[in-house]
């Protein structure tokens, strides 16, 4: 006799739900080689010299772009009260990804002294040390969403291999513009890639914690800041403040939002 199938639950179903989870997955690649082969398909794209030319250059105190400089504080902050909350056990995390939970708050509180080192004289030498320790932070946030929404196992293993990536897109930067033809293609990669794959992990992967939604508002308060980067100047113009003082403030924001997260959330 063939016995009937529980009320409610259609033959095959669990089948269809891995074919379904793997074509998820093998989309996420797919997404991410193509864009990769369609970056490395560019010519190389040097660091612009006006990408230095910032809207607020006044010295105060003797310190040369003051506001650009001190707006750094808030990662100081954030980054130490992050690190302090997580060895205290305040933060609501699997165990499996708690260094990148570490790594992020790390690279908010070194993109501190890296971004306040770089704008008191900005040049291609001292941007790479602000460039650095934002990999650190990209990297971590990547496996943790990685872990938290695909699978454990895989957030912790990307962790070491993202963050060397990062480093390294960085580095290869910064080797290329000292033979004279510079290429920010990797670098660009790392920081504009997850930005587009995150979205897609959070719509397509069940969330296994409360205040899912809190990732779209830190993803938010991250294009804030790139949009007031963009528009430096004409922030500075129109409230005498300029977009990239307002970026700073911005981003911090961001890993505020996530460190509040972490806090609040319950499993569900």
Not at 171 to 188: I, K, S, V
């Amino acid at each position: 006799m063939v016995q009937s199938s529980s009320p409610g639950v259609i033959p095959g179903s669990r089948k269809g739900c891995k074919m379904t989870a793997l074509s998820k997955g093998r989309l996420l690649v797919g997404v991410t080689f193509a864009a990769i082969l369609g970056v490395m398909l560019l010519d190389p794209i040097p660091q612009p010299l006006s990408y230095h030319a910032f809207a607020d250059r006044r010295t105060f105190f003797s310190i040369p772009n003051l506001f650009d400089v001190v707006s750094n504080l808030p990662f100081l902050v954030i980054g130490l009260a992050g690190l302090e909350q997580l060895a205290t056990r305040k933060l609501r995390s699997d165990a499996e990804l708690r260094p990148a939970i570490a790594l992020f708050y790390l690279g908010v509180i070194l993109t501190a002294f890296g971004s306040a080192f770089y704008h008191l004289r900005p040049d291609n030498a001292s941007l790479v040390w602000d460039r650095l320790p934002m990999t650190l932070a990209f990297m971590g946030l990547f496996a943790l969403v990685a872990g938290e929404y695909i699978n454990l196992s895989l957030g912790r293993r990307l962790l070491w291999p993202l963050l060397t990536i990062g480093i390294c897109s960085v580095l290869w930067w910064q080797y290329t513009e000292q033979l004279g033809q510079g290429d920010l293609r990797p670098y660009g990669l790392v920081q504009f890639l997850p930005m587009f794959l995150l979205p897609l992990i959070f719509l397509w992967y069940p969330p296994r914690w409360s205040r899912s939604t809190d990732y779209w508002m830190v993803a938010g308060w991250y294009l804030a800041a790139k949009l007031l980067e963009f528009f430096d100047r004409s922030m500075f113009n129109l409230t005498g403040v300029s977009g990239h003082t307002l970026k700073h403030l911005a981003a911090a924001m961001a890993a505020w939002q996530l460190l509040r997260m972490l806090r609040k959330r319950a499993r569900l």
